[in-house]
């Protein structure tokens, strides 16, 4: 029936009338799964959930009718807690990993119907990373092109809504990593304000950047997500007390009026000419629909990534601090406990976290604090209120999601900098707190996706799903599926 | 001593008595089954997170109140990382640079005079866990990971092992009047750790500290800076230099040990804790707090002096424990005189002797005021028995719930007051002892008080003292 | 700014994490650039900027001193690498 090929949306609808059933959905994507991820590898330890079955729910209860999720199937990224199904970051170091209790979000999701997905999403190793290269997993390969990467962290949850191997999807976002795997595997993925969403059993990358959100096929089915897993969760301290709209609501299809700043530090001499003039089509469009657009400047844009990369490793240092084989996880085998962490840690982490860790740990320790992490919260405050000025006049900025469409596979591993350097565009809006999503706005003459990026002041969510679906009403990008 | 004079910091950590831990639902009940009061929080298993504890909060609020403390507008947490085992998160969430209270003081006594110990600072952290050591192997136990610890530290400005002692005992007395913690060494509720250096007599620098760790008393504190302020002088007499590093003090050795363990600087790579947003005490707050706290050990002291007309000795000793503070007081109020002092002697020496017999608290004796105010009365006012006899009386009413009477009745220990049973004792004692009689009839009089003790002996303690002195008094200068 | 292979190293035990003489190697050359990188942020003047912890307009965050449900030990230990009746063990921590 090729079930898997549609939207939450559409098959909500097809379940209300009964042409299909939860069974036949998870039939259908576990067959779709089977026939594809060899390709893809969207899913880690897939033999490891062979046999699972999800709980049977009885869809027929007249209870069930409220659920907003019924019966619609959805992949979590590995580092998303899921009480019974090893959750391990792809990671050596939490090898085995079973938590014994389930994040929020989780929770949220098994109490709106859904059903979640017994096999995890891959990633890069603790998020770390923009290509999902980083996984001790082997990378996903990009549905559109095999040999490119699918973008990172959260590269399995995007491939996987891309490649019509998810219904749903949720990843993680601490500089960019929902959005720029969306905007390279051609899907919608939303970074929720900060606080909006709960982390509770989110395993920590940098505690006052991260959010998780929902990539999925279309903006409506984000609204959907959204509405699920939104909320303040007593369990959090950083999640806010502010009551969650329903944002189906926002789905319309009118922008007239709605002011949009197009920053120019964004638009600079040397961006890809083909991500530039893609991008300038979709402003264009916009315009066309009756929003206005004027330039505007977000002066602190290019401090952003040094920014990001001494707050985010700073609070990554601290958070992977207990990955040291006491508890769980990898235990090397030594005879003395100093051995016993080091080891563990020397033989658990890849490359990338162990960089990571190093640079964090360096702009904590004593004699560099000032210098290199107070400095960094300083012009965090800079760049948080180059926003606060803009959205004062304007309803939401737009930019690209990513200067260059997906790379090749291996084309930045052996160069850090230039890796981190992909994440310029996305990292401003983890560091002031703000919403943004990644919404399919044209390809390259490749066939590569381009993303376009639109952002907004914190909880404004439904200014950003107002814009994004009326884009999406008014276009066909996103019925484009890749050829596997 | 020498031309050397001590200087101690004290830094002393509280566990304070909530139902649940500082930052998770975890119970605090003492004595569980280990790994029983665990939760993914305390554990720091990935993906958990922090929630304070708003009574671990008010605690702290109300002893830095106590302490004299500044308690502060703006509070946040900070994390403070190092590696063991049973910090599970390899970092400890504490307060750094911005603690809940700061500038007090508490006034000890010492020497005969109140000196003034300034308290630095008080912050809320979160407790390890405890590690037990085995052959080959140490196993951890994450039940005590997660309670909420209130660490006071004092200014160096304690000048000796006494003062030490004292600035302990009023510490847990104050503390256990706002009943937050039960300030008990023995079970770890409250612990301390010493700093101690040594400086030339009348100089105002200071000198190389030490820290002295594991010390499991109060005696033991007092006992170890002793020690190591011997160490100090001697070590600089020899024209040597003090080593800055931790010490442990071994109880039985009675000696300070040097952790050989190279001690790395400790970086500890402190942070805000972004898992928290940080905390607003408004005025309004703390003036709240302010109206909960109860009358504290000094200002007690000082009204019980004032109200019942108590000695400062006597008021310090009856304040000490709020427990038998509000114990004494029911009892002093009863006392119908004006003149509430054998009130105050009976409940520090004689009550005071059965509870410590029993192996119970003051304040724990089941003997009711009326019981306890008539046996006074019948005892100094009557003199119904004799001291002696009143303190058995005591004990057995203590065990019993019976009235005075009712034990003196039974236990036959009224006192012979009656001048004609008394005869034939005082007879048989002056026929015995012809030459006391000598002794006293030459002038030494006081040698009628072993005529006394005598007659005391052949009555078995049930004479009344006071009358038969008199009567032997008359009989010996009718005698003249 | 250069990163020596000492600071490097020391950072590294800092970490707790054993690196091969290659690796030492690599990621000094590797953390010095990205460093240098990083180094664009003194181009700024901060002097008068308050630094942001917490993004959030949020304070006083509190829960109340009522008891939840604990994990049972089996659950807590389940992960453990080397559980021993209801104690995680590690080898000897010598003091």
Redesign the interface.
């Known amino acids: 029936m090729e079930l898997f090929k549609l939207t939450a949306s559409a098959l909500l609808d097809k379940l209300s009338r009964k042409e299909t059933t939860p069974e036949e959905i998870f039939k259908d994507l576990s067959q779709r799964i089977a026939d594809t991820d060899n390709k893809v590898k969207a899913y880690v330890r897939l033999d490891q959930t062979k046999d699972r079955r999800p709980e049977t729910i009885d869809y027929s209860l007249p209870s069930i009718v409220s659920k907003p999720l019924a019966g619609i199937p959805v992949s979590i990224k590995d580092n998303i807690c899921t009480e019974g199904l090893n959750t391990e970051c792809c990671s050596k170091i939490l090898s085995g990993f079973n938590p014994p209790y389930d994040a929020t979000v989780i929770k949220k999701l098994k109490e709106s119907g859904a059903v979640i997905f017994p096999a995890k999403t891959n990633m890069d190793e603790f998020a770390f990373g923009s290509s999902t290269e980083n996984s001790q997993f082997g990378p996903t390969h990009n549905p559109w092109d095999l040999d490119r990467v699918p973008g990172g962290s959260s590269g399995g949850s995007a491939a996987a809504i891309g490649a019509d191997e998810a219904i749903l999807a949720l990843g993680s976002d601490t500089g960019g990593s929902i959005r720029q795997p969306a905007a390279f595997c051609g899907v919608v993925g939303l970074k929720p304000t900060y606080g909006r969403v709960s982390r509770f059993g989110l395993i920590a990358f940098a505690s006052s950047l991260d959010q998780i959100g929902p990539l999925t096929k279309d903006v409506r089915d984000s609204a959907l997500l959204m509405n699920v897993i939104s909320g303040h969760d007593p369990m959090d301290s950083t999640s806010v007390d502010i009551p969650v709209p329903d944002y189906t609501k926002s789905l319309v299809n009118d922008i007239k009026g709605i002011k949009i700043g197009i920053p120019k530090e964004y638009f600079v001499e040397g961006m890809n000419p083909e991500v530039k003039t893609i991008v300038e089509e979709a402003i264009n469009k916009l315009r066309s629909l009756g929003a206005g657009h004027k330039p505007v400047s977000l002066a602190h844009t290019d401090y952003a990534v040094p920014v990001y990369y001494i707050l985010a490793t700073a609070e990554a240092s601290s958070n992977l601090a207990r990955f040291d084989g006491v508890q769980y996880g990898l235990r090397a085998k030594t005879s003395k406990l100093i051995d016993m962490y080091k080891k563990t840690r020397g033989e658990g982490f890849g490359q990338e976290a162990k960089r990571r860790i190093l640079l964090g740990t360096f702009a904590l320790s004593h004699g560099y604090y000032d210098a290199y992490y107070l400095r960094a919260l300083k012009v965090r405050t800079l760049i948080k209120q180059d926003f606060d000025r803009i959205f004062k006049d304007f309803d939401c900025i737009v930019t690209p999601t990513s200067p260059t469409p997906a790379f090749k596979i291996g084309e930045k591993s052996d160069d850090p900098l230039s890796m981190y350097l992909s994440d310029i565009y996305t990292i401003s809006a983890n560091l002031a707190g703000i919403p943004a999503i990644s919404i399919t706005c044209g390809y390259t003459k490749a066939g590569l996706p381009v993303g376009l990026q639109i952002l907004a002041k914190p909880f404004a969510e439904e200014t950003i799903f107002r814009v994004a679906h009326t884009y999406e009403r008014n276009t066909e990008w996103h019925k484009v599926k890749p050829k596997l | 001593m020498s031309n050397y004079e001590p200087v101690i910091g004290l830094e002393v950590h509280v566990q304070l008595k909530?139902?649940?831990k500082v930052f998770?639902?975890?119970?605090t009940k003492f004595g569980a089954?280990?790994?029983?009061?665990?939760?993914?929080v305390c554990?720091?298993?990935?993906?958990?997170?922090?929630?304070?504890?708003?009574?671990?909060?008010e605690y702290s609020i109300k002893v830095g109140l106590a302490l004299n403390c500044t308690v502060q507008g703006y509070t946040?947490f900070d994390?403070k990382?190092y590696?063991?085992?049973d910090l599970?998160?390899?970092?400890q969430i504490s307060q750094y640079d911005l603690p809940i209270s700061k500038d007090g003081f508490l006034d000890i006594e010492a020497g005969g005079k109140i000196k003034r110990v300034g308290i630095t600072r008080a912050h809320l952290e979160e407790d390890a866990g405890k590690?037990?050591?085995?052959d080959?192997?140490?196993?951890?136990?994450?039940n005590r990971t997660g309670q909420p610890l209130l660490e006071i530290v004092s200014e160096p400005q304690i000048y000796s092992p006494e003062e030490a002692y004292e600035y302990l005992n009023s510490l847990k007395s104050i503390i256990r009047y706002l009943g937050v913690s039960d300030c008990d060494m023995e079970k770890g509720t409250l612990r301390c750790d010493a700093n101690i250096s040594v400086r030339e007599t009348g100089t105002t620098g200071l000198g190389t500290k030490s820290e002295i760790k594991n010390l499991n008393s109060f005696k033991a504190v007092r006992d170890a800076l002793g020690y190591e302020i011997e160490r100090h002088i001697e070590t600089l007499n020899a024209g040597e230099k003090i080593v800055q590093e931790t010490r442990?003090w071994d109880e039985k050795n009675e000696q300070t040990i040097s952790?050989r363990?190279k001690e790395e600087?400790k970086?500890y790579?402190?942070?805000?804790e972004?898992?928290?947003?940080?905390?607003?005490i408004s005025k309004e707050k703390i003036e709240e707090i302010k109206k909960t706290l109860p009358e504290l050990p000094k200002e007690k002291s000082v009204r019980f002096m004032n109200e019942y007309g108590l000695s400062e000795y006597d008021a310090r000793i009856l304040v000490a424990d709020k427990q038998t503070a509000d114990y004494a007081e029911i009892r002093l109020k009863g006392w119908p005189e004006m003149n509430r002092k054998p009130v105050a002697n009976w409940l520090i020496g004689p009550l005071a002797s059965t509870a410590s017999a029993l192996k119970i608290a003051v304040h724990e004796v089941k003997i009711s005021p009326k019981d306890f105010l008539d046996l006074i009365d019948l005892t100094e006012n009557k003199q119904v028995i004799s001291n002696l006899s009143a303190k058995i009386v005591l004990e057995e009413m203590a065990k019993t719930g019976k009235s005075a009477m009712a034990v003196i009745q039974e236990k036959n220990l009224a006192q012979i007051s009656d001048e004609s049973s008394l005869e034939k004792e005082i007879d048989a004692a002056i026929q015995e002892n012809p030459k006391v009689i000598s002794d006293v009839k030459a002038g030494k009089t006081n040698s009628i008080m072993f005529l006394v003790g005598q007659v005391m002996k052949k009555t078995k303690g049930k004479a009344n003292p006071k009358l038969v002195q008199d009567i032997l008094k008359r009989r010996l200068s009718d005698a003249q | 700014m250069a990163l020596s292979k000492e600071t490097v190293k020391y950072v590294a035990d800092l970490s707790r994490i054993e690196l091969e003489p290659e690796e030492l190697e690599t990621l000094s050359k590797q953390l010095e650039g990205v460093l240098a990188f990083i180094g664009k942020l003194n181009e700024l003047d901060i002097s008068d900027i308050s630094p942001t912890s917490h993004i959030l307009p949020v304070n006083n965050v509190l829960r109340e001193d009522t008891a939840q449900r604990s994990l049972t030990p089996d659950k807590s230990l389940a992960n453990a690498p080397q559980p021993c009746g209801n104690f995680f063990e590690v080898p000897k921590v010598i003091e």
């Not at chain 2, 554990?43 to 909060?57: E, H, I």
């Not at chain 2, 599970?88 to 970092?91: E, F, G, H, L, Q």
């Not at chain 2, 080959?136 to 994450?142: A, E, L, P, R, T």
């Not at chain 2, 790579?269 to 805000?272: A, H, L, M, Q």
Request: aromatic residues 12%.
């Open positions: 909530t139902e649940t998770c639902g975890c119970s089954e280990p790994n029983t009061q665990v939760c993914p554990l720091g298993f990935p993906g958990s997170l922090p929630v304070l504890n708003r009574k671990a909060l946040k994390r990382h590696y063991y085992p599970p998160k390899n970092y590690l037990i050591h085995n080959g192997s140490s196993s951890v136990d994450f442990l952790m363990s600087a970086d790579r402190y942070f805000p972004p898992d928290l947003p940080p905390f607003i």
